[in-house]
Nanobody
Framework: QVQLLESGGGLTQPGGSLRLSCAAS????????MGWYRQPPGQERELVAV???????NYGHSAKGRFTISRDSTKRTAYLDLNNLKPEDTAVYYC???????????????WGTGTQVTVSS
């Protein structure tokens, strides 16, 4: 079983910063991508950022210039640095990964349970 464990969410003021972490564990043969989606209250889930196995990154519109995704491959962990946060960044942030659990299997999509980020004065 593959598990994604998120941490680092919380409450911060506008202009503040947070770092989210997502650690993958369990039966893992290869990780093709790890990333973050978010779902603001009453809205659809949207892409924040993703980092591919080759290190390339892709950002959603709301993240460009303020958020940075990185990873530590040895720890199977992805990080999302959130800077200059705004009230509209308030959302549940979900870790997402494309993982091949074993050499016998194809890759599948896995999701974390989410971590709340609240930006408020």
């Amino acid at each position: 079983q593959v598990q994604l464990l998120e941490s680092g969410g919380g409450l911060t003021q506008p202009g503040g910063s947070l770092r989210l972490s997502c650690a993958a564990s369990g039966s893992i043969f290869d990780i093709f991508a790890m990333g973050w989606y978010r779902q603001p209250p009453g809205q659809e889930r949207e892409l924040v950022a993703v980092i591919l196995g080759n290190g390339n990154t892709n950002y959603g519109h709301s993240a460009k210039g303020r958020f940075t995704i990185s990873r530590d491959s040895t720890k199977r962990t992805a990080y999302l640095d959130l800077n200059n946060l705004k009230p509209e960044d308030t959302a549940v942030y979900y870790c997402h990964a494309e993982i091949r659990p074993s050499w016998r299997e194809n890759s599948r999509t896995f999701w974390g349970t989410g971590t709340q980020v609240t930006v408020s004065s």
